[in-house]
């Protein structure tokens, strides 16, 4: 709970963390491979923050979108050129 005062968390702030949700079951067949499973998702998450700071560092990320046009001004449109008479 955030107490008064202090600022408010944004998504930015949440570390972002790759994993798999197991569903309870009388079998509990999940249960044997959580331990493989931690393993292989930390080692992708090592994966992906090294090869997109590779990427970064060869190509820094553009923002998307057609730059061009992006701040360009609205075109005015014309009035119309009868009036419309209410009947």
């Known amino acids: 709970n955030r ?15 790759y994993g798999l949700v197991i569903p309870k079951e009388s079998e509990e067949n999940g249960v044997g491979l959580y331990g493989m499973l931690s393993q292989l998702i930390s080692a992708f998450q090592e994966h992906v923050t090294k090869t997109r700071a590779k990427f970064e560092e060869v190509e820094p990320i553009k923002p998307k979108g057609n730059i061009k046009h992006r701040n360009k001004v609205k075109r005015q449109r014309r009035p119309p050129r009868r009036v419309k008479r209410n009947s």
């Open 3 to 17: 107490k008064e005062g202090e600022p408010t968390i944004t998504t930015e702030a949440i570390p972002t963390h």
